[in-house]
Each structure stands twice: as structure tokens, then as C-alpha cells.
């Protein structure tokens, strides 16, 4: 069944939802029948070829798909017991999840009306047509409101997993966060393929993900959403976000598996003195592609942005990064930073870069710069001389060049347990063993 006619029919099926609701169901759909899924003649897809989820027949998980709290331990490390909040195939699991308690009586809610007022503010259905197939799909929204003033010390953790079997599965995970004036909050957004799942058959799963983020006056957001799917899986994801007045957001986009990824970030600067730290890691391995294209809207003056990407292609891999800033007329005294460094171990890896500056104020500081290379072989030769062998320099080169995103993450728990997840991807690039490298 065609992505069209899946989401076609599921329309139809839905009942008991809020008119609003189904009105924008309805209108997402429209846009996306449409628009169909991208192709490679649009210049924002020339080099992600969606051609493998065409021409899958995809179906929807079942309501209450197996899964158990050990399944999900087993692939979601670090589990944050303190506002654990597990979501399968798009739906709320109670059993599986420990909310606990937040600072404001904030927490984790399904219930739409919460999410009416911000609910696709963010996202053009007409400009991103996987969005709005999401919009027409996805089961329940989950949404985080930190009350004004609310300063919560502890992550909040999101985790949106993929159970199934052999038969492919399309999932449509939503997230809203509402940061109101004011509040501090740390989110850990993890997209993981239950254990059982991944055995069973070559199967691939598809995620359809939106986020959307609004940050209030003088809000702090923090952000990290990682993506340790299974290889054979398909995973797109759209977030969107929306900074006030001194509102601030650092966010950390990490992608270790799956066999086609495309992530889309954008960040509009909405405030004075508001503050972006967009940061980025993927891995490539085999003949993945992992494509990130970020926008960073800097709508008026006294705005910061700062982006760190960082690829790194093994095997027949590639890599795509496309960064747009773009500096409105009246920005003036914009800061905007943007690199994207890249480290290919084979000859087969590729990578395409294209950062980009659209500066339409004269009174600003923007900078951007992009290199693609292999490893620095004077480094190599230091450690070998001093008693490292080959491929453990190689490993520890590779790891270093990781590490200098991993360890800006701001949970010390999540860097320290996602080290033996990036050895696994590292090695999987290399085409050795963990701890391995070319």
C-alpha cells in the first residue's frame, strides 16, 4: 500500500478526535496528496533519494504492540528513571514509563487540547510534505509545558521506540515543548528499535518524526535527540523551533544507525538576544546515507548562532550537509557561526557540504567553513611513536573527532553511556571490531 493510500485510509478509520484536530488531519493530508514525496529533481533532496520508501508497502503498528521495560533498557541507555516517558510505535505506555516528579508539576501529556494553540505553527505542511504526512498520522503528541519560572534540574526523557516484526512499519512520533517565560529544561529525545524487533527479519521500519520547540523570554532549552535505530530502518525527522527574547537553545542532533537518514533543523531567532547552539554528529557506515540540512532564521538584531557538525563516513557511505543562515534586512549586530568538519575512512565514503550565508545586514559578524578529509597523519605518526600501534591510533583519532560533540552533551550520565553506541557505529564505519578503526 502506497504512503498516500495508508494515510488515506487511516483518516477515514480515525474517530473521537477534537473537529480542530481532525480539520488539520484533513488539510495535511490534502498537501501531502499534493505534493508526494520528494525527489531528487527538488535541489533540498538532489542527493537523499527517497526511492527505498516508495516502493516499500508499509502498515501501521498495532495499537498495543509487545514490549516490555527490559526490551526497552536493553536499547535506551542511559534510562533516566526520574521522567522516563516511553512512547511505542506513537503511543503513550504507562507500564513501560516513570514519569516522576517535576519541578512545577510539570510533565509529560497526550491530551491534544494541550498542544491546540502551538500544534503545527512551526512546520509548513505546503514546504515539507513529510511533515504533514505526519500531522495527518500520528497516533498521540506528546507535550512538555514547563510552567514560567519552572527550572528543571533533572532531563526529562523522551523515548519514542519502534517494536513490530517482519512486516515494515511506519511510525509518526510527535513532540511539542513548550518552554513559557522564564523556565530551564533539559530533553532527551531517543529514537530506538526494540531488541525483538531487530531480530526478527530484515524488515525496515520507517520514522516520521516532527519536533517543534517554543521558547519563551529568557527560556533555556536543551536538546538532544538521538537516532540508534536499527540499519535497516528509515528515519526522517523535522524539527522546528522558535526562539523570544533572550530565549535560549542548544540543541544536539546524533545519528548512529539506520540505512537512510534526513534530518531537518530549523531555528527562527524571533527575540533579541536570543541564542542557537545547533550540534551535530552522524556516522556512516555500508551504504548509508545520512543527510542533515539545518536553517537558522535570524529575524532580528542581536541574535547568536553558532553550529558544530561533524561527519564521519566509512564504507560506501554518504554524508550531505546543507547549512542556510540567513540574516534578515534589519538583524543588525548578528553573530552567526557555522562549521561542518568531515572525516572519511575509506576511499568509497562520501560527503557533500554546502554551508551557506544569506547576509542582508551590514553590520554583522557571520562565519562558516566546511573540510573534508581523512586522518591527520602527522597525529597518526605521534602516537605511533610513542608505542601505539596502528590501529589503535586510527581508533583513538576517530574517537577524539567524535568526542568533540559528544562531550558538550549536557547530561554527564548520557555522554558517559553512549560511548559503547558510538564504539559499535565507529566500528561498524571502520570495518573492524569495537575500539577498531581502518
Not at 101 to 129: F, I, W, Y
Not at 149 to 175: C, Y
Request: hydrophobic share 40%; charged share 25%.
Amino acid at each position: 500500500m502506497s504512503l498516500l493510500a495508508l494515510a488515506e485510509q487511516a483518516l477515514a478509520q480515525r474517530t473521537g478526535e477534537p473537529a480542530w484536530l481532525q480539520e488539520r488531519r484533513a488539510a495535511a493530508l490534502a498537501c501531502f496528496r499534493e505534493q508526494g514525496l520528494p525527489t531528487t529533481r527538488l535541489e533540498a533532496w538532489r542527493y537523499t533519494n527517497l526511492a527505498g520508501i516508495s516502493k516499500t508497502s508499509f502498515e501501521l503498528a498495532p495499537a498495543e504492540a509487545e514490549a516490555s521495560r527490559e526490551a526497552v533498557e536493553s536499547v535506551c541507555f542511559p534510562v533516566f528513571g526520574c521522567s522516563l516517558n516511553v512512547f511505542v510505535d506513537g503511543r503513550y505506555r504507562e507500564n513501560l514509563s516513570t514519569p516522576g516528579a517535576l519541578s512545577g508539576n510539570a510533565h509529560v501529556e497526550t491530551d491534544p487540547e494541550l498542544a491546540r494553540a502551538e500544534l503545527g505553527a512551526l512546520v509548513d505542511p505546503k514546504q515539507h510534505p513529510l511533515a504533514a504526512l505526519n500531522t495527518a498520522l500520528f497516533e498521540e503528541v506528546a507535550v512538555l509545558r514547563v510552567p514560567r519560572g519552572t527550572h528543571i534540574e533533572q532531563p526529562v526523557h523522551v523515548v519514542f521506540a519502534a517494536s513490530g516484526d517482519a512486516t515494515p512499519r511506519l511510525r509518526s512520533p510527535r513532540l511539542l515543548v513548550v518552554a513559557e517565560a522564564g523556565s530551564r529544561v533539559q530533553v532527551v529525545q531517543d529514537h530506538v528499535r526494540l531488541e525483538a524487533t531487530a531480530a526478527a527479519g530484515e524488515a525496515p521500519g520507517f520514522t516520521n518524526s516532527v519536533t517543534e520547540v517554543f521558547a519563551e523570554a529568557d527560556a533555556s532549552v536543551d536538546l538532544v535527540v538521538l537516532q540508534r535505530e536499527a540499519d535497516a530502518d528509515f528515519h526522517i525527522s523535522n524539527l522546528a523551533v522558535r526562539l523570544e527574547r533572550d530565549a535560549r537553545l542548544t540543541s544536539h542532533v546524533i545519528s548512529l544507525g539506520g540505512q537512510l537518514v534526513r534530518n531537518d533543523l530549523a531555528a527562527t531567532l524571533a527575540g533579541e538576544g536570543s541564542d542557537a547552539l545547533l550540534n551535530g554528529l552522524f556516522v556512516g557506515s555500508g551504504e548509508r546515507v545520512v543527510d542533515n540540512h539545518t536553517l537558522v532564521d535570524h529575524a532580528v538584531p542581536h541574535g547568536t548562532s553558532r553550529q558544530l557538525y561533524r561527519g564521519i563516513l566509512g564504507g560506501s557511505s554518504r554524508g550531505v550537509f546543507r547549512g542556510r543562515v540567513v540574516v534578515r534586512p534589519d538583524a543588525q549586530k548578528t553573530n552567526a557561526q557555522q562549521s561542518n568538519p568531515n572525516l572519511l575512512l575509506s576511499d568509497a565514503a562520501e560527503v557533500d557540504t554546502r554551508p551557506q550565508l544569506e547576509i542582508n545586514a551590514d553590520d554583522v559578524k557571520c562565519s562558516h567553513g566546511s573540510t573534508i578529509g581523512q586522518l591527520d597523519p602527522e597525529a597518526l605518526f605521534y602516537l605511533r611513536a610513542r608505542g601505539i600501534d596502528e590501529v589503535r591510533a586510527r581508533a583513538l583519532l576517530t574517537r577524539g573527532f567524535a568526542h568533540q560533540v559528544l562531550d558538550a552533551l549536557p547530561v554527564e550520565a548520557l555522554r558517559e553511556g553512549l560511548d559503547q553506541v558510538l564504539d559499535r557505529s565507529l566500528a561498524e564505519a571502520s570495518g573492524g571490531e569495537p575500539g577498531s578503526a581502518p
